[in-house]
């Protein structure tokens, strides 16, 4: 919509806004842009800059009666089951007890349709502004024109005193125009990219060579635009097929390329420089030489009390119903931590994404602690393995879920409290049915066995668990057990991750066993084989509390 100047922007006291998914010669002629197609059976018809919107309106000057008729129109939209027009009464009135009336006729001959809409009084409408007067369609017209028309048609007849004028007419609304769909949500490391700034950043480029001469200079080139329904992204995880005794050269532009691999996360795009042969992502995308090669991403969007999900998938791979899989199972892994636990977070934005959207961002299983959590559930050999995708994924949700119940808890514990919010989501997922067994322990990510203690554990999520598998080893790991440990009664200082010192044996050695409601925990610190004291009531009274 142009902007209108002060004095040729009229005022309107019913207009609301109005979409349009008409064409643009519809759009214009039933906009009163052009009037080319208007003919009227007296007085004259002419553009006048005074409107409601756009650029001009219909102006009917010098008649009292007068068939005002459009030439049929091709419109393949549904008519409205309310039809619009707005109307701005003349401050010229001779007659002060009727300003006249206004009446609009549909036609539509191939469909059998020739239908008065009604006749409205423009007595009594405040003078020198526009009206939106609106008329119903019955249901038969309605019927009739569902799936629009190649000769529409429209009459408006204007019945009002000598003397007056001229009126206006402006935004003949007549069909149910689609709303605007809004882009997807896209996880927090990603935004579209089909604006500046990131439209006009550097793209990234790499080549692909022979070892043989891993600096050559291909003359085959494509642009490698990722995009969510259509519509580009900023980045991507792309894995390629590359012919053996190829190599991927990392050029310019900011990126990270591993083997087979490039990764970005600000670019409009990737150009690819290759004579030889290559597959972009888990798809087997062929390049488009010479020109833009879309690797696109379909959306699904559900919403619900507690979850509102966003699902994407390659549109080349079934997925059959894991969209709305994922969003009832989410509901539930939701509801059921939330009862163990006793503890409610902020309704969950829950995005789910293959490698390519989510390898941008290191795994891509992440929570944000404001209710958004990112699940990548993988690729087709991965899904495959995992047997299906809710498969694949739900065991990360609820573990991420986990997190954003552990966040309103977290002023509890001072000092680094990664590797305990790391055991506890891993104990909660696990304890629901959500984790399986061997990726809650005893094998560790670096290959320890947490059986043989905790002392040596390096990683984040191997020290969290290696405290609660011992919980689990001596059957105290329960519901009961964790509805406590989400309940702390104290705050505690100590760094989870340094578990090789008395303050945070002393501090577990509490924090358990409140939460196991006063069993004896000592055993379990002596299996974890980390410094304590000898008992819960000596460990509490190191600790001051």
């Given amino acids: 919509m142009s902007a209108c100047s002060a004095e040729e922007a009229a005022s ?33 018809l002419s553009l006048s800059a005074t409107r409601s919107e756009g650029e001009s309106a219909l102006s009917v000057a010098n008649a009292t009666y007068t068939v005002i008729q459009r030439a049929p129109l091709a419109i393949d939209e549904p008519i409205k ?19 006249g009336e206004i009446s609009l006729a549909v036609q539509a001959p191939s469909k059998g349709v020739s239908q008065s809409l009604g006749t409205r009084s423009l007595t009594g409408l405040a003078q020198g502004t526009f009206h939106r007067l609106s008329f119903s369609v019955p249901s038969a017209v309605q019927q009739a024109l569902s799936a629009g028309a190649p000769d529409w048609s429209f009459t408006i007849t204007l019945n009002v005193p000598s003397g007056s004028g001229p009126h206006l007419l402006d935004r003949l609304d007549v069909v149910d125009a689609a709303p605007p769909v809004a882009a997807a949500p896209l996880p927090p490391w990603l935004e579209y990219c089909d604006t500046a700034p990131c439209a006009a950043a550097a793209p990234v480029v790499v080549h ?19 995009n969510v329904d259509g519509k580009p992204i900023s980045g991507v995880y792309l894995p390629m097929t590359l012919p053996a ?12 390329v591993s083997y087979n691999t490039v990764s970005y996360s600000y670019a409009p795009g990737l150009v690819l420089r290759s004579d030889l042969d290559v597959l972009l992502s888990y798809y087997d995308v062929a390049p488009v030489w010479s020109g833009t090669t ?79 959590v990112t699940i990548n559930y993988g690729n087709p050999p991965f899904i495959a393995y995992k047997g299906g995708i809710p498969n694949a994924a739900m065991p990360r949700f609820a573990h991420e879920n986990a997190h954003e119940l552990y966040n309103e808890i977290r002023s509890s514990f001072l000092g680094d409290d ?49 405290y609660f598998w011992h919980v689990k080893n001596a059957g105290l790991l329960t519901e009961s057990f964790m509805h406590g440990i989400f309940h702390p009664q104290h705050q505690y200082g100590f760094n989870s991750c340094t578990q090789n010192v008395a303050q945070t044996g002393n501090s577990i050695l509490v924090y358990f066993t409140e939460a196991a409601g006063g069993a004896d925990m000592v055993p379990v610190l002596d299996a974890m084989e980390i410094p304590h004291a000898g008992s819960y009531a000596a460990a509490k009274l190191a600790l001051g509390l």
């Fill in 81 to 99: 089951g309310a039809v619009s027009l707005d109307v701005r009464v003349p401050a010229q009135q001779p007659n002060p007890w009727w300003a």
């Fill in 245 to 256: 005794g190829a190599v991927l050269r990392h050029v310019s532009g900011s990126a990270s």
């Fill in 12 to 44: 309107c006291d019913d207009c609301g806004e109005a979409a349009s998914a008409l064409s643009a010669g519809a759009a214009a002629a039933l906009g009163f842009e052009t009037l080319s197609g208007w003919t009227a059976s007296a007085g004259a």
């Fill in 418 to 466: 990664s590797c305990l919010n790391e055991g506890i989501a891993d104990a909660l997922a696990y304890l629901t049915g959500y984790l399986p067994v061997e990726d809650f322990g005893p094998i560790g990510l670096t290959g320890i066995d947490f059986d043989t203690g905790c002392t040596e554990l390096t990683r984040t999520h191997d020290i969290g668990n290696c």
């Fill in 208 to 226: 692909v060579c022979p070892e043989s001469d891993p600096l050559c200079t291909p003359t085959r080139q494509t642009t490698v635009v990722p």
């Fill in 294 to 372: 879309p690797v696109t991403f379909e959306s699904t969007q559900l919403t619900s009390a507690t979850v509102d999900s966003v699902f994407y998938r390659h549109p080349s791979y079934s997925t059959g119903t894991a969209a709305a899989d994922l969003h009832a199972q989410g509901q539930d892994a939701v509801a059921i931590e939330r009862a163990m636990t006793g503890v409610t977070s902020e309704k969950l934005s829950a995005f789910f994404m293959p490698s390519e959207l989510g390898g941008v961002q290191g795994e891509g299983n992440w929570s944000f602690g404001d209710g958004t």
